[in-house]
């Protein structure tokens, strides 16, 4: 059953999709496959991907960093969903933002676009002020327009009420899960790379707008927006292992599946609320994550009930509660490789591959 996708990953591998890949897809209790495959770049001398190679997860950071410590923060009431984002920022201000809401930036339904006209700034106050002040693109809850800028904020709103950077609140939550028992495998999921742990990280490249164009970034986030906020941001600055996602994602599908072991704040009264989809006309979006949609990367196998994210660089997680598994893929697409239309068919026939397992 595996083979099938195994050929589908060496294939985007020998048509320079991306170097390297890692994958674990399993159930809420066990690990059904885990594999490398490639190298961490396309050079001959490169060397091999393996397991414990480490990924720049890009915009997974919004679902498994950012929407948890979000839905820790509305179980503890520090923060409400329904609560105006003016409530939390000063300069959220005019009748044509008034409404929008907490929920309004998880769902990518708050009227902001999808990143800033000008290059960014270099502190949260520059990135604050840009983004409460730009003008929406359509009116709230109109539409659904994914946005880097809602999360943005977001990352900020969570270190406000949560007393603490992003990073530590994640941190926090994240070795809760371990203390559980969900085994971790020697998996990595932490917004910081170490020194120590370059070697074995996946490069990629900046972009032709990123100031840090022409370098080779190893252990330093891809996206320029999170760099600049410091490497840690609502958006983007996660980095991991197929073993660590995997193991949050084994811990979100327990409560997903209805199991109230799991330490909060993944409850399953909490986690259906985070993944249900969206009111918003014509959204795919749930709080953080997105839905499943015949169209989508995660195929077309996938049950109703599947949930997850994919991230600029070339990664993505799916869970699928009604068939009890989950689907980590993890890729450096941005290291030389294709296009994110080469990544969508790669994601596509991969998912559809493990349709029977």
């Not at 869970?319 to 989950?326: E, K, N, V, W």
């Amino acid at each position: 059953m595996t083979g099938d996708a195994r050929r589908v990953v060496e294939g985007a591998i020998g048509a320079r999709v991306f170097p390297a890949a890692a994958i674990e897809v399993g159930a809420s209790d066990r690990v059904l496959w885990r594999d490398a495959l490639g190298t961490l770049t396309f050079e001959e001398s490169a060397p091999p991907a393996t397991i414990d190679t480490i990924f720049d997860l890009a915009s997974l950071t919004k679902a498994i960093a950012t929407a948890t410590v979000v839905m820790q923060l509305v179980s503890n009431g520090a923060v409400r969903l329904d609560e105006p984002v003016r409530s939390a920022f000063d300069e959220w201000r005019g009748a044509d933002r008034e409404g929008v809401t907490v929920r309004d930036l998880l769902e990518h339904s708050s009227g902001l676009p999808a990143r800033l006209v000008d290059p960014p700034g270099e502190t949260r106050r520059e990135f604050e002020h840009d983004i409460c002040t730009i003008r929406l693109e359509y009116a709230p809850r109109a539409k659904s327009i994914y946005s880097d800028l809602g999360f943005i904020l977001l990352g900020f709103l969570a270190a406000d009420r949560g007393g603490a950077p992003l990073a530590e609140e994640f941190a926090e939550i994240d070795n809760r899960l371990q203390r559980d028992g969900v085994s971790r495998d020697s998996g990595l999921l932490q917004f910081a790379v170490s020194t120590a742990d370059r070697a074995r990280t996946a490069p990629t490249m900046p972009l032709d707008e990123d100031r840090r164009r022409g370098e080779r970034l190893v252990g330093e986030v891809h996206d320029n927006y999170a760099a600049a906020l410091g490497g840690v941001a609502g958006h983007a600055g996660l980095f991991g292992t197929a073993a660590g996602v995997g193991a949050f994602a084994r811990a979100v599908l327990r409560a997903a599946r209805g199991d109230p072991s799991v330490p909060p704040p993944l409850s399953p009264a909490l986690v259906a609320a985070f993944t249900s989809k969206s009111a918003v006309p014509g959204s795919s979006r749930a709080l953080g994550w997105d839905r499943m949609l015949p169209a989508s990367s995660c195929g077309t196998r996938m049950s109703a009930s599947a949930f997850g994210h994919v991230g600029f660089t070339g990664t993505s997680l799916w869970i699928d509660p009604a068939r009890d598994r989950y689907f980590a893929l993890l890729t450096n697409r941005v290291c030389g490789g294709g296009s994110v239309d080469d990544m969508r068919d790669v994601r596509r026939a991969f998912h559809d591959a493990l349709g029977d397992i």
